[in-house]
């Protein structure tokens, strides 16, 4: 198994600019989720989605937009692009996300740099 | 709304002294806990969980945290540490929001080994 993976692992935007973060992942999970990692901030979670064509906003979720057309793909939209969006994006992903304490398995993370 | 607190946002430590990093939370319910390990340039691993049971949770690489409920905290040990535990550690809580898993991470604490 690939576990988790992401791309691209680094991008440059300027401001206004659109583009998707690809994320996917073999493991049959249902639950997959994205998060932004700031200095000094942690981790906070963006959007999540709990099945195909089902999916939720999460702390932070201005700014951004993701689907999810099939169990194995969760992209993240960013249609115009701003420097606060300047950040670490980890994609994630858990079994069912129905039992508390469920494993997230972590995607290797896109580093994007807003100008 | 729950949450966590990690006091300690960086600390350095010489190879083989003990390590402490505190994690406190709070939710007035069941919660899951968990302590997560990035290691430079890299994703979030798993160092260890706590479900329920005995509150003195092992896990990977001869770490161990506690629960101690009465003080809504997890702290994380080592008894000894070394170079290549040079890292980021994250604590979250887990519980469960709506049916599915709301996981909510503190601000991470940097841990510098010098040999």
């Known amino acids: 198994n690939a576990g988790v993976t992401q791309t691209p692992k680094f991008q440059v935007l300027k401001t206004g600019q659109s583009m998707t973060l690809q994320c996917a992942q073999d493991?049959?999970?249902?639950?997959m989720s994205w998060y932004r990692q700031d200095p000094g901030m942690g981790l906070r979670l963006i959007h999540y989605?709990?099945?195909?064509?089902?999916?939720d906003q999460g702390e932070v979720p201005n700014g951004y937009n993701v689907s999810r057309s099939t169990t194995e793909d969760f992209p993240l939209r960013l249609l115009s692009a701003a420097p606060s969006q300047t950040s670490v994006y980890f994609c994630a992903s858990s079994y069912s996300g129905q039992v508390v304490g469920e494993t997230q398995y972590f995607g290797p993370g896109t580093r994007l740099l807003v100008l | 709304a729950q949450s966590v607190s990690q006091h300690n946002h960086h600390v350095i430590l010489s190879e083989a002294a003990s390590l402490e990093l505190g994690c406190n939370y709070s939710?007035?319910?069941?919660?899951?806990l968990f302590w997560y390990v990035q290691y430079p340039g890299q994703h979030l691993q798993l160092l260890l969980k706590y479900f329920s049971g005995d509150p003195l949770v092992k896990g990977i690489k001869g770490f161990e945290a506690e629960f101690i409920k009465s003080k809504f905290s997890f702290n994380l040990r080592k008894p000894s540490v070394q170079w290549s535990d040079t890292a980021e550690y994250f604590c979250?809580?887990?519980?469960?929001?709506?049916?599915?898993?709301?996981?909510?991470f503190g601000t991470g604490t940097k841990l510098q080994v010098i040999p």
């Open positions: 979250a809580v887990n519980s469960l929001s709506g049916g599915y898993q709301k996981v909510t």
């Open positions: 939710y007035g319910g069941t919660v899951n």
């Open positions: 989605s709990v099945g195909a064509g089902i999916t």
């Open positions: 493991m049959n999970h249902e639950y």
